[in-house]
């Protein structure tokens, strides 16, 4: 992994980006590469919000995994600040290199030198392998998630 950087995205990585997260059984019913414009509003958004981060890992110039941190500050646990990461991809010909474990050790040191005392994330129930994933870096299955689906 000595020759992948991680840095923040900028517009110019939103088509790799949208086709990593396109690329598995439940992106590929959600997103769509057609049309780019909805994309490029979130970008603008996103980068435009000093608590959000966008970063892509970039190897010679090409974009081969992404995830958003999302800096959350709080009142619960004494004020505490915690790190959300979100959008875990790794592009297909760089699975299984140990990138995907570089991103998430990036994000949570990122939230540590951010203030935080808690990095969280959510996956999908039928992501058995990412949870497995998650918990060999010493994350918890602690909670149940909830989501409401608005559109």
Known sequence: MNDVVIRRA???DVAAIVAMIADDQLGATRESLDDLTPYL????????????????????DEVIGTLQLTIIPGLSRRGSTRGLIEAVRVAAPARGSGLGST????AVEESR???CTLVQLTSD???TDAHRF????G???THEGFKLKLN
């Open 10 to 12: 900028t517009a110019s």
């Open 41 to 60: 509003a979130a970008f603008e958004q996103i980068d435009a919000d000093p608590n959000q981060l966008l970063v892509v890992a970039d190897r010679n």
């Open 103 to 106: 991103l998430i050790r990036w």
């Open 113 to 115: 030198t951010r203030g």
């Open 125 to 127: 129930k039928t992501r």
């Open 134 to 137: 998650y918990t060999n870096l």
């Open 139 to 141: 994350f918890g299955n």
